[in-house]
């Protein structure tokens, strides 16, 4: 499967400043990427899905304007979260999907966790 | 996509086989059952996804019901490590769905000593 990695594991910020998650697709070139949020004893939410060359698409109730994401190559994607507040404060991942004869199967990075001051 | 259940939790001794059972009675003839787990902290990790035949890897099997309504992955020998929340989800596999997987709650399973 592919393997994906996200940088940094963890960041402390303070509030009002911005952070940015960097996810990469080490050994598979993907035109996509997803990105997900996890609140602690909760399930993953996506977020948006990040499409390399082209504007992100946002699942409903997520701010693309606080939740920047770039994909300018098929091997990184990287989400900033702008003006990070303590409300912010939660796990976020990153995942690649893979083709195999029309199945696709997903992998994720180690995730990120990010703790807002 | 659709909908699954599954159990909150559930115990296993150590050595013995995990039954994790699934229900996705609304599932549709081009969706896929594919399961992860999450070990705490980590991220999500691919166990193993089928249509309608039983599968096995390396990791585990998963069998599939013949009305597809249900599935059960079953790890033979749970270790220590195989202590995780199990997903069970099911969507389809087209290019378009790729990642749009929709996270239940999940299983938690406890392998004891």
């Known amino acids: 499967g592919a393997v994906v990695s996200q940088h940094p594991s963890r960041v402390i910020c303070k509030s009002g400043t911005s952070v940015k998650i960097e996810c990469r697709s080490l050994?598979?070139?993907?035109?996509?990427m997803f990105w997900y949020r996890q609140f602690p004893k909760k399930s993953l939410m996506l977020m948006a899905t990040?499409?390399?060359?082209?504007?992100?698409?946002?699942e409903q109730g997520v701010e693309k304007d606080k939740f920047l994401i770039n994909h300018a190559s098929l091997t990184l994607s990287t989400l900033t979260v702008t003006s990070a507040h303590p409300e912010d404060s939660s796990f976020y991942i990153c995942?690649?999907?893979?083709?195999?004869?029309?199945?696709?199967?997903?992998?994720f990075g180690p995730g990120t966790r990010l703790l807002v001051l | 996509d659709a909908k699954t259940t599954q159990p909150t939790s559930m115990d296993c001794a150590e050595g013995r086989a995990a039954n994790l059972p699934c229900n996705h009675s609304?599932?549709?003839?081009?969706?896929?059952v594919y399961w992860y787990r999450q070990i705490h902290s980590q991220g999500p990790q691919y166990i193993i996804h089928?249509?309608?035949n039983n599968e096995t890897n390396e990791m585990a099997s998963l069998i599939i019901t013949e009305d597809r309504k249900s599935s059960t992955l079953i790890l033979p020998h749970a270790t220590l490590r195989d202590t995780a929340v199990y997903y069970c989800?099911?969507?389809?596999?087209?290019?378009?769905?790729?990642?749009?997987?929709?996270f239940g709650d999940g299983t938690t399973l406890t392998v004891k000593p």
């Open positions: 995942s690649v999907g893979t083709s195999g004869i029309g199945q696709e199967t997903q992998y």
């Open positions: 050994d598979f070139q993907a035109t996509t």
């Open positions: 990040s499409n390399e060359g082209s504007k992100a698409t946002y």
């Open positions: 609304t599932i549709s003839g081009n969706e896929y």
């Open positions: 089928g249509l309608k």
């Open positions: 989800i099911v969507r389809g596999a087209h290019n378009t769905n790729a990642g749009k997987s929709t």
